[in-house]
């Protein structure tokens, strides 16, 4: 019995048609990526389910971590691969039992090669029978405590009996490229790591105050993006200084519209930014309601600037319960709630503007350099970059990928 890893994928690649094949190399593409390292050997692809082989049974581990963090993975799980016999699958049921104490069980078999001469329920009914002969469990074809899983292929069988969910997905790198507007809160990864989830690679920009308040957002910032890098193996992290722009806000505009007009100059930046990354979009975390600045009329006023992008809000109709149910599963969570200082925080009047008008804002903003702003905090940008997981570009895969799919 050789040890194998068995990758199901997300089921929303089976719907894209003549694309399918584009969709399927880029997630092998990106477990290629992801397994670096790992000691798994080459990646057997046949259409909506891949199969690596591990040298050692010890390096499943390893393996479990990594594929947990590759989107397009809906499932997977450890298998062992047997010749495509019936002798063969018999010989190693009982391999498949041990350290197995359950009060029912059912065998499911799939015979993907219509050449096995046993049918999918022959397979079931004589596996079956073997099992209850070996243990005496009982058989729930409903609600079992264990399932065995046979799948028979043209040259081999593979027998398995766990199941892990993957993140799901559509594989990083299908969806095009956005601009993700970062702070060191809550809504923002979550909204990142949904985008991510359709597809996009997402280049991400934080705005901060430094050094008029500590350097704790820049910190958290830089840690999010480091755990976020896991979903999509490569990031590029913009740290855009805002105080300069933030002072001259504060001596001329009045201060109920401040955070308003903050957060335009930041979508005027973020989108120079974005720009020239070469990305298609913007994308906040806003949430309709949220916070003061995140009303209907003032997300209409602030998205304005944004004339050249597509600005996203993937978080818009979600509360914060259910964005903090999914930053706690991704790990965001206790990473955000870390106390800090963020550029929009500092001097925010107790009663801001909630229905803010265009034309005055505009007015307000006229009073300001507007340009010469922008470049200013342009051109104190800092660059960095992050990869998951770290390793020598000289390590390859030991084989290369064979695939079942058509090409093109």
């Excluded at 059912?106 to 079956?128: C, V, Y």
Aim: glycine share 6%; with cysteine.
């Amino acid at each position: 019995m050789e040890p194998h890893v068995l990758v199901r994928f997300y089921h929303e690649i089976a719907l894209k048609g003549a694309n399918r094949p584009w969709f399927l190399r880029q997630l092998t593409t990106n477990l290629k990526r992801a397994l670096v390292g790992t000691g798994a050997i080459g990646i057997t692809r046949d259409s909506m389910m891949a199969t690596l082989r591990l040298k050692d049974p010890d390096q499943w581990v390893v393996v479990k971590e990594r594929l947990q963090h590759v989107i397009g993975v809906e499932r997977f799980g450890r298998a062992y691969r047997v010749n495509p016999t019936i002798k063969a699958i018999k010989q190693a049921v009982p391999s498949m039992l041990e350290g197995q104490n359950p009060t029912s069980f059912r065998i499911t078999a799939r015979r993907a090669d219509k050449r096995f001469p046993l049918t999918s329920s022959q397979i079931n009914e004589e596996i079956g029978a073997q099992v209850v002969e070996l243990t005496g469990w009982r058989v729930d074809l409903k609600n079992p405590d264990f399932d065995l899983q046979i799948q028979t292929r043209s040259n081999d069988a593979l027998l398995s009996s766990e199941e892990i969910r993957g993140p799901g997905g559509m594989p990083v790198g299908v969806g095009g490229h956005v601009a993700m507007l970062l702070s060191g809160g809550i809504d923002s990864p979550v909204a990142a790591y949904q985008m991510m989830r359709r597809g996009c690679k997402v280049t991400f920009i934080h705005f901060h105050s430094f050094p008029l308040v500590d350097g704790t957002s820049k910190e958290k910032a830089s840690d999010l993006v480091e755990l976020l890098t896991q979903y999509q193996q490569d990031s590029r992290l913009l740290m855009v200084p805002f105080s300069a722009v933030q002072q001259q806000i504060i001596i001329t505009v009045p201060p109920k519209y401040r955070v308003t007009i903050y957060r335009r100059f930041m979508l005027r930046i973020a989108q120079d930014l974005a720009l020239k990354c070469n990305a298609g979009g913007l994308v906040t975390g806003e949430s309709l309601g949220q916070v003061s600045s995140q009303t209907l009329e003032n997300m209409t006023t602030i998205g304005t600037v944004a004339d050249k992008l597509p600005l996203f809000r993937p978080l818009l109709t979600m509360d914060k319960m259910e964005i903090i149910n999914k930053a706690r599963p991704l790990g965001t969570y206790p990473i955000s709630i870390i106390p800090d200082q963020d550029c929009c925080s500092l001097f925010v009047p107790k009663h801001p503007v909630t229905k803010s008008r265009v034309e005055d804002v505009e007015r307000m903003e006229a009073m300001l350099p507007v340009e010469e702003m922008v470049k200013e905090a342009l051109a104190g940008v800092e660059d960095q970059t992050y990869h998951w997981p770290t390793f020598d570009a000289s390590h390859k895969f030991a084989e290369e990928t064979r695939s079942a799919e058509p090409s093109g």
